[in-house]
């Protein structure tokens, strides 16, 4: 065979690749060797061959024999789904339960076999979530939960220890933070009953309905196997596939390409418990319940092209952002909440199944209320110790709390555990300081790798009487942990789904009405960047068919973005009433923690930049004092520290911009040192090209602006009309006030023009 193409297979004529196979002239990329079909194929056939440019490795034995076996025989045959003993499988899309609305039958050998599979592909960083920031705090209850939960860390002023670890999905430790992704949430509180994990997301849906898929919705994901890229990205031809042939994921796709998949920053990101859990009293009376985070300085997303800056500027954005703030005191917060529903035997609540964790229940039908209030107040002392080896568990439950039938919960509660064995290098990872429970543990659990307990006695089971019978059961009065015993109605073992799952594409389309005019650009805007990332024009058209199911006039503006037309729905779309509370646009939140850049040289009234440095330290926001260059500003003996240099200093870590005069340019100011200095439209009289650079891309992205001292001169050479809304003149002090305010509607949101209008 020739070095430069493998031998062809069962599947690869040697004449080459099917017709119409290969790529446009002169365009690589190509995800596939072959043409994807519009529509899902059905006819059996063997695996495609490989890419020309493609080759594998030699075969030779272990020892370094040569085998004379052709590379295809090192790859995957056969044209059926097979477990990897080689059964064909008939269903790989739903788990087998005690009926359809039933539990996960621990004999789903081939759910276990495809979930451990997937929890041991990587190592040793983790399968998703593998970028990770974390901080320490304290969690108190409000007592408000005790008419529905047993738990002892919701009752009134209880101070539980808290571990929150915040992530991205899709990339690898070294990825960036601000890609379009969703978030992990997940929340370890040490109470005195144990340790009770909630592990959730910043979107309260998710892709899939069964766990059983999971595997297959980050595969599709992940970056393409054969050149792993793009790294942390969803705009790219296998995630599109996937997503646009398996429609229960149109929902979350949808949440994604809003404004909530790329946050400002965790201190300003909402969380989801996604599932629906069983909450029970102290009588033995249960209610369903969703939990929520309400982040106390709202709910504030980045605008895409911040996002993209930042992931080159500042690739560490988001955990910086949650260290500084937690270093210079502005602790963040959330309030946790639950929706509340009776547990009625169809575990339905105003005709939504509340064991779909594609649904959502709108605030409007089921109010959040608040149970507790968690405050982040240290950040960890090491990140591999804390941030890296943290373990959380869906299962990790306390009384008072319990799971329901949700097929993906199920399927969680088995995979957490297991994929911690290959991370964490064995079965003892709970005794990882950042693990340790802080209730009394006697488990019986001996040896194995890692083994840090010192244990005694001679009898590590029960029953017995050589360690006087020691560990005894505990009953309910002794606060065992007792999972509800809930009914199972006598059903046949199926692959299935109940009916009411079938419904993919209403609440996305609630989730679209609800949207403001300027969100709804956003989305506009991320499904036609992201589509026009992929390749094969069919995905590009099979989405469009997608889109057209939520809302035509999205359908139709993506459709142009792209250069092709916009099909016709193939049914109407459904008509649910909005849920204003879905939107982030329209409400204020306090400024605590925001970052405001001031940008001054020595020449100006410092006594004026120090007002106003004071001035933001008082609203309880972080000022960054911007200069020519770094040291000090001391032209009359009181310095003033500069924290960022022109040269250093880019608008995307700013909530806003203070302009205390002209500042004269820096003498870095060479576009061959420094290419942003080399921006046309500067003079002397005006500023510094990358400081016209800071304030146009500020003014571009909907951030405040104050300036005094002549700064509108700047304004002026930026491009910047200094009565548009969201800008702010005047003494430093009244300045730093109306900023202030301006900032707690987040962005000015009158200088995005919208034409997708809320009667769209």
Known sequence: MSDKHPEPTAAEPAGGLPEGSGPEEGIP??????????????????PLPPKPDQRGPETVSPTGQATGAGQARMAQSGSYLTTAQGARLHDTDHSLKAGPRGPVLLQDHHLREKITHFDHERIPERVVHARGAAAHGTFRGYGSAAHISK??????????????RFSTVLGSRGSADTVRDTRGFATKFYTEEGVFDLVGNNIPVFFI?????FPDVIHAGKPHPDREIPQAQSAHDTFWDFVTLHSEATHHTLWNMSDRGIPRSYRMMEGFGVHTFRLVDAEGATTLVKFHWKPKLGVHSMVWEEAQIAAGVDPDFHRRDLADAIEAGAFPQWELGVQAFPDNPEQMFEGIDLLDPTKIVPEELAPVQP???????????????ETEQVAFHVGNMVPGIDVTNDPLLQGRLFSYVDTQLTRLGGPNFPQLPINRTHAPVNDMLR????????????????????DGGCPFLAGEDSGAFIEVPVEVAESRKVREAPASFDDHF???????????????????????????????????????????????????????????????????????????????????????????????DAGMDLGAVRSARRAVLDAGMVPLVVAPAGGKLDADGDPVTVQRSFATA???????????????????ALGARDAKAGSPGASAATADPRVLMLVAE???????????????????????????????????????????????????WERFPASAGPDA
């Open 698 to 748: 500020a003014f571009r992205h909907g951030k405040a602006i104050g300036f005094w001292g002549g700064a509108d001169a700047v304004l002026s050479a930026a491009g910047v009309p200094t009565d548009a809304p969201g800008i702010a003149s005047g003494p430093s002090e009244e300045v730093v006030r109306e900023v202030t305010r301006l900032l707690g509607a987040h962005r000015a």
């Open 650 to 668: 880019r608008s995307i870590e700013f909530d806003a911009v203070l302009l205390a005069g002209v500042p004269g340019a820096g003498a870095d």
């Open 151 to 164: 738990a002892a860390f919701l009752a009134k002023d209880v101070e539980t220890p808290v571990f929150v």
């Open 209 to 213: 309905q069964d766990a059983i898929k």
């Open 506 to 600: 209403s609440q996305a389309r609630l989730f679209w009405l609800s949207m403001s005019s300027v969100e709804r650009e956003h989305i506009i805007g991320a499904y036609t960047f992201e589509l026009g990332k992929c390749y094969e024009e069919n995905i590009k058209l099979r989405a469009l068919k997608v889109l057209a199911r939520i809302d035509g006039v999205l359908c139709e503006r993506v459709a142009a973005g792209l250069g092709l037309p916009a099909p016709a729905p193939e049914e109407t779309p459904a008509s649910p009433q909005p849920s204003p509370a879905l939107s982030q646009v329209g409400k204020t939140w306090p400024p605590d923690g925001r970052v405001v850049g001031i940008v001054a």
């Open 447 to 466: 040896d194995g790798m890692h083994q840090t307990a010192v244990h005694r006695g001679v009898a590590p089971y029960r029953p017995n009487s050589l």
């Open 29 to 46: 990329g190509k995800p596939g060797s072959a043409a994807p079909s519009l529509e899902e194929p059905t006819t059996p056939r063997e």
């Open 371 to 385: 149970i507790g209030l968690m405050t982040l107040n240290a950040n960890p002392s090491n990140f591999f110790a």
